[in-house]
């Protein structure tokens, strides 16, 4: 067993990259307690079922156009791809709609970039469901600490932490499947560094950049992790280097290094992932509940005339601001990224899903009333990245308030989903995705962590259903 104490002192001797590979490298599936191994399996389970979900999807369908022909497995489709091409289309599927796993702490989407990487090399490699389990628990661990290495600063400095920081868990998971020495793990994370990209320019139009990030990232760690198994050598001090990733991704703050390394091996930080309840942002979501929940006292929207939310200032800029184009989003897909659309839904309609996020949703004139009324001032008691919460407070034609507050996100720590309804959300994606027989395909994808690589095969599309 593999363990670093969070009081030892660093090894000015070891880079960050060393230590980390070293603890990889010893990792073994005793380590792994029940909660990290039951977190791995439901992970399958959803990202699964969000790739058959946006299968029939026009992004996934330019991915699928553009991809090369192999043998490993796109998911929920009949044409097989090159590893590489396989985890690009399975990470951008999974993380299209916006509606894969996040985490309280610092908000990375873990699953799309990980399952996607480790499926591709398992397949490939023919590798058995203990290495599967164990490079999920890993670059998903690795991927949850970096997020609270550099809270905030990564998308302070433009860019998207997910496809970044994703780069490098993505290289760091594919090489302990594979059982890479500390030396190979360590290079692989140097060479991910120089493939780590995605910036957040599509919150000005909608555009659909975003939704590549988790699969770029997953075959940029496969590559990455290939490379360094063949030899070839990234620099050591990657991480914390004069001009390493932290300066170049986080430039405005002191990575915490504690974050990153304490305790590792014993306190696994991954097992606070948190599975969506909504397709859409993630600090969206608690704004979404609190809206639905005046609905459901009995709050009829028309009688409101202003709506006041209180937030933080770590989001503002990606989640309510331009305000005009916030009000009245552009796209379906910049819907997602919208506090005033996601209030405007809880208020009128009750709930978020993944019809509630089309072209026509967006013209809806009910819903662009609500979403009109919305605005926000920042609270700088708001727990943001510790925690996601929410605050809507309505106005009333007659002068009187009507107030709503979440102190957390639904699906997290504090209000989790359980594996029932991680598997409901399953057949609900796989329907939406024209999956003939969702259950079937459920019971296919519990073979994963049983069967290893040989199960894998079978989340290709069903005979009869459209690919």
Known sequence: MSTLAHAAPID?????SQLIAEWGATLSV???????????????????????????????????????????????????????DAALLNGTAAHGEDFDD????????????????????AERDGLSPERILLGIAAGTELLCRLGLAAPKAIHRA?????????????????????RQDAAALARGLGIAGSTASGIIEYLGDGSWTKRMHAGWAAQSGLRAAGMAGAGFVGPRRVLEGEHGFFHAFAPSIEPLVGEL?????????????????????????????????LR???????????????TSDGYVHRLWEPLA??????????????????????????????????????RDPDLLRVASLVSYEIDPADPYPARFTGHVELELSDGSLREMRQDHMRGGADAPLSRADVERKFLRNAAYGGIAEPDRMLDRVRRLLVDGAPAIAALRADQGSAA
Do not use: N
Request: glycine share 10%; proline share 7%; with cysteine.
């Open 102 to 121: 996040t985490f309280e702490g610092g908000p990375v989407h873990s699953g799309a970039v990980i399952v996607p990487a480790v499926l591709a090399v």
């Open 296 to 310: 459901a006292e009995g709050q009829d929207w028309r009688d409101v005339r202003a709506i006041r939310c209180r």
């Open 12 to 16: 000015e001797a070891r880079s960050l």
């Open 30 to 84: 005793p380590d792994l307690p029940e909660a990290v191994r039951e977190k791995a399996d439901l992970l399958l389970v959803d990202v699964t079922g969000l790739c058959l979900a946006a299968r029939q999807s026009d992004y996934v369908g330019a991915i699928l156009r553009s991809s090369e022909p192999g043998h490993s497995t796109a998911i929920g489709h009949a044409q097989r791809l090159t590893a590489a």
């Open 158 to 178: 433009g860019f998207h932490p997910t496809a970044v920081l994703g780069a490098l868990a993505s290289a760091f998971a594919v090489g302990v499947a594979l």
């Open 261 to 293: 390394l304490g305790d590792l091996g014993t306190r696994w930080v991954s097992e606070r992932i948190t599975f969506k309840p909504y397709p859409c942002g993630t600090m969206v979501q608690p704004y979404i509940d609190c809206a639905a929940r």
């Open 325 to 362: 184009l916030k009000r009245r989003p552009p796209t379906d897909y910049a819907a997602k990224f919208s506090v005033p659309f996601g209030v405007a839904l809880g208020l009128v309609r009750g709930h978020a899903d993944l019809p509630d996020f089309t072209p026509e949703a967006i």
